[in-house]
């Protein structure tokens, strides 16, 4: 793995109304390296990734990709968004495109780029998902899985170098997580750059490069996966990790 | 010179007939909605009837007022009738068969969208829970109905009164036509009153029809 | 035409037919233009409470409930009568479209903006997460989806704007219901010029009310709902 840094966040503070929910997370994410973020709900993980990917302004602290600052609202904030891909949990395709309009929609308009050119890389990446055959359907007639992977898909065609992934097996029945992870996991093997938020424990574990964990707005730990599933340091991580194991009750 | 004319609001007691003409539309669309809502509810139930001959009996009735400018509709009984089959009605009660008419297809329209909106599993869950018929219709489809229709029939009430200030074109003296006699018998000594009268007449219906369209959002808001 | 001939005066109809297709004219004419300007108007109001632009906000409100709770025929009235005093001298052509426009404006706000506030927020935020700038995410996905939503509506303001133009009437404009109240006044042949009346309405709405039903059913039909 190379070791030059990628994406940096210092200090960084988001406040809504009274409440603070990040207060001072630092790390940084290296080229081609895929950082797990996991933590219990509302400890403000979703609200990193939208404040790297400048939907919402910090409150302090920088965010620098490439060493170039994101700020919301920013004169580059156009050009350094196509640099960051983000998946939502919600795999809220454009309900009025199908599905290669959905795709090209974002290549043709914001980087005018052919629309031939758009269209034959669009349908190489359906391909690699295998979802090629579904390239002229509109998005109400596909699965959530099929969606969500037309969604990482649509990402994928900007050439993002840092892929953002929200909670994006959340909504989807059992089935069909598996076959969203199994393209993020090929795109970690490929050396892309991710960072990802996600309650699938097992996935994270197998796909993590590293683990970062937050907990009301700080960052509690930052390891290894497997030290940090084998033997976590915090409290606060061993309940969390706790509330994912059963056991059988004696009677 | 404009500035003066306001005063003749305040000249005898032209405000009062002012007032006593906008009562003329308002007793009418009061007459008329009260009249639409029963039938109107009857007339939504008979919609949601399965039977082809009601659903076109209702289809064209629907389409007819829906289609058909209400001014042609008052025209149409007071000309109309009256000759046809010779009753001599008078103009207030031409308006308010009219009104109730044309309320009573809007009010059942309403009554049937509102009926149709509640989820089938409502229906089923009472049933699950060992309700009757009745019972289910009384506890639980009435209660769900009356609250998303309860705010659309007092915005009725308002389209009425705003509609209802047509039956000046029929001959009606109401606020209208007493702002016009206002007008003429003081043409000489305040020539621009129409400015201030016409302007009086519109904030009038202004002040009737707002409040009602505020009740009517504050409900819809709280009921939601 | 012998049965018909019983009820009705046929040649009565026959000459004054031309007289019902001139009043039409004047009917469709006062309608387009003042829908035209609706359009416009709503869609503008409807811009700025979508982005809550201050002031204009507030402005934009004010005249909705002024629209929205005053009768059209109040509003010509003042229009034609009142706003001369003031040296604002208008034809009744004029009147009527200024008048139609000042309704029709906030209903056509109101189905713009329920369109836009039916479009889901994360939509706008995925689109500008793909790198498209404000303007161009509402133009490319926000708006397309608006509008679809807002058909049904827009038709239903369309029928009821040209239903309303039988108001002008009232201000001495020679439309369908003045040449009808005319050939009554006049000839009193009620029931021919009360046919005719009915019969010109239902030329003129009937295809656009059934052009909207199928408009409405397509778009349901090819919704795009999750």
New interface residues.
Partial sequence: MEETVQLQVQGLIKRFGNETVLNGISFSVHKGEVMVVLGPSGCGKSTLLRCI?G?EAADGGRILLDGEPIISGGKNM??M??K???V?Q?Y?L???KNILENIT??PM???KRSKQEAREEAEQLLNRVGLWEKRNA???QLSGGQKQRV?IV??LC?HPEVMLFDEVTAALDPEMVREVLDVMLELASQGMTMIIVTHEMQFARAIADRVLFLDRGTVMEESTPEKFFSAPQTKRAQEFLNTFTFEKPNH | MQDLDISILFKGINFLRLLGGLWVTVRISLIAVGLSIPLGILFGMFMTLKNPIAKGISRIYLDFVRIMPQLVLLFLVYFGLTRAFGWNLSNEASAILVFTFWGTAEMGDLVRGALISIPRHQYDSAAALGFTKMQTFYYIIVPQTFRRLLPLAINLTTRMIKTTSLVVLIGMVEVLKVGQQIIDANRFDYPNAALWIYGVVFLLYFFVCWPISLIARKLEERWR | MEFLAQWLDVDFMARFAPMYVKAAGVTITIAFWGILFSLIVGFLCATVQYYRIPILKQMVSVYIELSRNTPLLVQLFFLYFGLPKVGIVWSAEVCAIVGLTFLGGSYMAEAFRSGLESVEKIQMESAISLGFSPWQAMREIIFPQALAVSIPALCANVIFLIKETSVVSGIALADLMYVAKDLIGIYYQTDEALLMLVLAYLVLLLPISILATLLERRLRYAGFGH
């Fill in positions: 990917n939907l156009i050009r968004r196509q960051i891909g983000m939502f919600s809220d454009f309900p009025h929609l974002a308009k914001v980087q509109f998005p109400r969604a649509r990402a900007m």
